[in-house]
Every structure is written in structure tokens, then in C-alpha cells.
């Protein structure tokens, strides 16, 4: 199928996905209804069957664009997820953190620590880190909504950030085929540093775990937590799961860490001559996540069915039910690759956008600044990230390549950091609620607490993505104006929107 150029037509698509997400808060029908609009348009400027025609373009984009080995490294992670889960090692884990952290900061800085290592997914994030830590900062008079936050603060921006799991292999499948990159490992790994919303996202959940950092709401409940003992918990479900020893959520992970690590260097020619960086580059992403994923799910099954730690029929149904839980992402993914194919492959609108920029003099600095917000506001209002960065990164790319080439990293983390940005602080975003439910918090208190801090690591990245615009992509400058206006805004909050202490001098 030959592209065809058809002006201000070529935003329909991408514009329509868009208002339909905020208003119907549908993603996967948002999608479909962007594609067909897209392939209506093609179908019309080539006299071809408004129907017939439509709907056979549709399908044959879905076909040519859907990349199965990355399907397949998403189902097989969803496996991994659901059978580590089965085993019960995370209750191992919280047994053994029980005995040895007895402060607040202690037993919160340990859930930053232990939510940083559980990066399978943000699901698995927040089932894993919840129940290995949240006793243990009961314990210590830690209350519910921290505990919230902790866990929702180090789910999403410490994912989009790890080179395995689940979110790296649907980050760089909806990086479309470029000139610049020569592999979409290589863009996930040059785009972390400009990442500056989950890193600062990051260092503030650290900032937090000290005493007398909280502001607003939050200080005031963990003032509560610390004078009455009252945490602010409610009941929840608990999940079921296999009496596993440590090592039985330890090994699977590591297998499948240092077996991916293993294969993108096999796969990128160390062994070939390649230097190590080389090798990362020029891996296959999809061929080695596949390797690594079967060596944890192999390293799983010889560790808990000899033992009986999960028997055979429930291991071979934690892998189905592991599969079916991925579902909803594939969707997403897959209908994104194929509007990202209409866009770019037969109406040609990163090029019309681009050229508009160039022609009507706008300032292309405010680009990363701009890509931002609208993925953040995306985000926020869909409550998936995943649906946010696949409508968004292939317009990116074509922008940013014609426009703008020196800002294609920082416009390439303003995408993934603002979609992460929503995924984080949006009330429906099935990873907040995740986190208010392992926590046993109120999911409105959780949202309304901190929502605060998420502001400020916003501000923050926002401020660092117009510094990178005007310097063309400094990543120096970027920073130094990041870290100057968070910390400028910790500094604000606490002074101005309060903090509260308890009776006996300690909030945290």
C-alpha cells in the first residue's frame, strides 16, 4: 500500500483516538474507531469501497504491523508473573524484612528497595511489594496512604525505566522503524537519562521516607498514624498462595534478569566481536526476553512441582490465567502498531505536522514540553499509560524527525514520563487502584493524598523538558532546572501548604 498525502486529513485519526479515549475512557474502541477513520481516508483518496476497502486496509495494516515475538514475550511475562505469585515467596520474604527493620524510615525506605527489585510489572509491583512490606510498616505506624503512595510511586516510573519486564517489551514495541536507532533497545536505553519525570519520581519517594518531609494531607494523616496508631486501613482481599521459601520468587527472577542479560548479548554478537554497549544496541529484543522468559518459567517449574510448592495442574493454570491477564495490554499494542502503521504508512501525518511546525514558525523548543502534558493529561484521563504512549509515540517520532531531530529523546521520555505521569496519580488507572487495594487504603484518600507530590515531580519534569527545547536537548541543563524546581516546590510545600507535627516531634 502506497502512502498518499492528504493534508489536515492526516490528523483525523490520531485527534479522533484521542477525544474518544478522554470521553469514553475506552481505549481498545478508541483505537478501532482511529484506524477505520484512517483507512476511510485512504480508501476515499484512492476511489476505492468505502467499506469493503476500509475494512480490508484495516486489517492488512493490523497484520503487517503486529510483531509476534513481542506478543509472545508478553504473555510469556504474564506467566512468569502469575506463577511466582502461586508459590507464596513473597511471603517468605515479608518473614524474613520482619526481623530486621524496626523505624519508619527504615521499613518505608525497605519498600522502595524491595518495590525496585519487583519490576516484572506494575502489577506484580504492587501484589509482590504489598504483601512482603505491609506489616512490616504497620508495624511501625506507617499509614495506609504512604504505604499507598510508596508503592504506587515505585511501580509505573520504576518499569518504564528497567530493561526487563513486561513494560520494556511494550516500550519498544511501539517504537516504529527509524533511520536514527538501530534497534529499539538501543532507543529504550538512550532515552532513560531525559526520563526525568520517574527518576525524580523516584528520588522523591526516597526524600519521603525521612522524617519531617511530608506536606498537605499526607502529613497530616502520618501525623495521626504516629499519635493514635490509627493508620487509615480498611479490609481487603487476600490473595491466595503456595507456602514458598525465598529463594522460590529469588531464582525465577534472577534467571529470567541474567538470561535476558545472556541472550541481547548473544543475539547482539558479543561473542562475535561486539563491545558490551554494542551488543546491548544491536540485540534482538523480542528473541531475548523469549530466552529469558522460558529459562525462569523452566528454572519455576523444577523448583515447585518436585517439591509440590504448586502442583502441576495449578502451575499449568497460573500459566494460562498469566496469558489471559496480558490480553487487555496485546489489544492495546496492537491496535496502537496499527494506527501508528496508518498514520505514518499510508497518510503521511508526522510529516504534515512537522512541516506545519517549520512553516507557521512554531517554536519547535516547547515540543518536549508540550508532548508532555498532553500524554500526562492522556494518561490521566484513560488511566493507561500502555494506550497513551502507543497513540503518541509514532506522531512523536515523525515529528520530531523532521522538525526537530535533536529533540527525539527528550520528546521520546516526555512521552513515556507523562504517560507514566497519569498511570501513577489517575484514579482509574488500574495500577493506582492495585496500589490503594495491596495497601488496604482507601482508594479516594490514597488518590487525594498524593496527588501533591505527583504535581510537583510534573512541574519538575515540565520545567526540565523546556530547558531541554531551548538547549537543543541538553541533558545537563535539563536536569540542573529539574532537580532546582522540585526542590524549589518541596521546599514551598512544606512551608507553605503545611506541615504537621505529632506530640512526640516525629511525623515520619
Not at 519525570?197 to 522524617?211: A, E, G, R, W
Not at 520468587?249 to 545472556?262: A, E, F, H, N, Y
Request: charged fraction near 10%.
Amino acid at each position: 500500500m502506497d502512502p498518499v498525502y492528504v493534508g489536515w486529513l492526516s490528523i483525523i485519526p490520531p485527534i479522533l483516538a484521542i477525544s474518544l479515549a478522554l470521553i469514553t475512557k475506552e481505549v481498545i474502541v478508541s483505537l478501532m474507531v482511529g484506524i477505520l477513520s484512517g483507512t476511510l481516508i485512504y480508501t476515499v483518496s484512492l476511489g476505492g469501497n468505502v467499506i469493503m476497502d476500509t475494512v480490508r486496509y484495516a486489517f492488512t495494516m493490523m497484520t503487517n504491523q503486529v510483531d509476534i515475538g513481542l506478543i509472545l514475550v508478553m504473555g510469556m511475562l504474564g506467566a512468569i508473573v502469575e506463577v511466582i505469585t502461586l508459590s507464596g515467596g513473597q511471603h517468605a520474604v515479608a518473614d524474613w524484612a520482619k526481623q530486621r527493620f524496626h523505624s519508619k524510615t527504615s521499613s518505608q525506605l525497605a519498600t522502595v528497595l524491595v518495590g525496585s527489585c519487583l519490576i516484572l510489572s506494575d502489577v506484580f509491583h504492587n501484589l509482590s511489594t504489598g504483601a512482603i512490606m505491609k506489616t512490616i510498616n504497620d508495624s511501625n505506624r506507617v499509614s495506609r496512604p504512604k504505604f499507598a503512595y510508596i508503592l504506587d510511586a515505585t511501580a509505573a516510573p520504576v518499569c518504564c525505566l528497567m530493561p526487563i519486564g513486561i513494560w520494556v517489551a511494550g516500550i519498544c514495541a511501539v517504537f516504529p522503524e527509524n533511520n536514527t536507532f538501530s534497534s529499539p533497545m538501543e532507543i529504550f536505553f538512550a532515552n532513560i537519562p531525559f526520563n526525568v519525570y520517574c527518576i525524580i519520581s523516584i528520588l522523591m519517594v526516597i526524600y519521603f521516607c525521612f522524617p519531617h518531609n511530608d506536606f498537605g494531607p499526607m502529613a497530616a494523616i502520618e501525623a495521626k498514624a504516629e499519635t493514635t496508631g490509627d493508620l487509615e486501613s480498611i479490609d481487603e482481599p487476600v490473595k491466595e498462595s503456595g507456602v514458598g521459601t525465598i529463594v522460590d520468587m529469588v531464582i525465577p527472577m534472577l534467571t529470567l534478569v541474567v538470561g535476558s542479560i545472556l541472550f541481547m548479548l548473544y543475539t547482539g554478537g558479543f561473542w562475535s566481536g561486539n563491545s558490551f554497549i554494542q551488543a546491548f544496541s544491536d540485540c534482538s529484543t523480542s528473541v531475548s526476553l523469549q530466552g529469558g522468559c522460558f529459562l525462569a518459567l523452566a528454572a519455576a517449574f523444577l523448583m515447585y512441582i518436585p517439591r509440590k510448592i504448586v502442583s502441576f495442574k495449578a502451575f499449568m493454570n497460573g500459566i494460562y490465567a498469566g496469558i489471559q491477564s496480558m490480553v487487555s495490554g496485546m489489544t492495546i499494542i496492537i491496535l496502537a502498531w496499527t494506527i501508528g502503521g496508518v498514520c505514518r504508512k499510508l497518510l503521511l501525518t508526522g510529516d504534515f505536522v512537522a512541516n506545519q511546525v517549520i512553516e507557521n514558525s512554531i517554536p519547535v523548543g516547547i515540543l518536549p514540553a508540550i508532548i508532555f502534558i498532553i500524554a500526562a493529561a492522556l494518561s490521566f484521563a484513560t488511566g493507561t499509560s500502555w494506550g497513551t504512549f502507543g497513540i503518541l509515540m509514532p506522531i512523536v517520532f515523525n515529528i520530531c524527525e523532521v522538525a526537530a531531530p535533536a529533540l527525539l529523546l527528550p520528546a521520546i521520555a516526555a512521552t513515556l514520563g507523562g504517560s507514566c505521569w497519569g498511570d501513577h496519580c489517575s484514579p482509574i488507572s488500574d495500577t493506582t487502584v492495585l496500589a490503594s487495594t495491596c495497601a488496604g487504603c482507601d482508594h479516594i484518600k490514597h488518590v487525594s493524598t498524593q496527588i501533591p507530590y505527583c504535581i510537583v515531580g510534573g512541574a519538575g519534569a515540565i520545567s526540565g523538558y523546556l530547558t531541554a527545547g531551548f538547549t537543543n536537548g541538553s541533558l545537563v541543563a535539563t536536569w540542573v532546572v529539574s532537580l532546582a524546581v522540585t526542590v524549589a516546590l518541596l521546599i514551598g510545600g512544606k512551608k507553605f501548604i503545611g506541615y504537621k507535627k505529632s506530640s512526640t516531634g516525629m511525623a515520619n
